[in-house]
């Protein structure tokens, strides 16, 4: 079952603040988090392994509940630069990987 | 340190062919995985190969193939192509098997059936 997220796209001015959220149906032990530009290749953000772990890159950062199957990306003061399409992704079985539905997130000047 | 390379970058073919692409993983990395993403879509997991075989796979048929060799780069073949397999094939490497590794894509290979 991919993972479900929220909001599907979102449209920023810079210095804005927008979080983005990934449920899933099933257990989740790690949620690896991306961010794809057009035409170009996933990017790789950061990695969640631990229930509640919350980790940061800069001025994004994302939580992890593992009892609610749901991640948090949290992007900070945006800049143009985040623009892009964000996919959540986890574990769906052994050597298996999903990615969520995606959230398209633009920021403008 | 190179990053994960495919090759080619882009390819035309029509219905009823065949194709292969091509992937080299990161650096030190030594299991590779496949992606398909149709366009608007997120990527989906084609399968994976470590120590040469395939471990997992996804909802794809056998036209889907792959291969692993010595040095850890990957081919992926799809036999008798349809209009639907025109995507972005996205390759991606990381240390070990299993989801919980970090991956990291390679530009892909757009593929166009005609």
């Known amino acids: 079952q991919q993972p479900v997220q929220s909001p599907q796209a979102v449209i920023l001015r810079e210095g804005e603040d927008a979080v983005i959220n990934c449920s899933s149906s099933?257990?989740?032990?790690?949620v690896h988090w991306y961010r794809q530009k057009h035409g170009e290749a996933p990017v790789f953000l950061m990695i969640l392994l631990k229930g509640g772990e919350q980790k940061g890159h800069d001025k994004i950062s994302a939580s992890f509940n593992e009892k609610k199957q749901q991640s948090s990306l949290y992007l900070t003061a945006s800049q143009l630069s985040y623009s892009g399409t964000y996919f959540c992704?986890?574990?769906?079985?052994?050597?298996?990987?999903?990615f969520g539905t995606g959230t398209r997130l633009k920021v403008l000047a | 340190d190179a990053g994960v390379t495919q090759s080619p970058t882009h390819l035309i073919k029509t219905r009823g062919q065949q194709v292969t692409l091509r992937c080299s993983p990161k650096?030190?990395?030594?299991?590779v995985s496949w992606y398909q993403q149709a366009l608007g879509q997120g990527p989906q997991f084609i399968f994976q190969?470590?120590?040469?075989?395939?471990?997992q796979r996804g909802n794809f048929p056998d036209r889907f193939s792959g291969h692993q060799f010595p040095n850890y780069s990957s081919e992926l073949n799809v036999n008798a192509l349809l209009l639907g397999d025109s995507a972005l094939y996205l390759c991606?490497?990381?240390?070990?098997?299993?989801?919980?590794?970090?991956?990291?894509f390679g530009p892909g290979t757009r593929l166009t059936v005609l």
């Open positions: 099933k257990a989740l032990y790690s």
């Open positions: 991606a490497s990381s240390l070990g098997v299993g989801g919980a590794n970090t991956q990291y």
């Open positions: 650096s030190g990395h030594d299991t």
């Open positions: 190969y470590y120590e040469e075989e395939e471990r």
């Open positions: 992704g986890t574990e769906a079985g052994t050597y298996k990987y999903i």
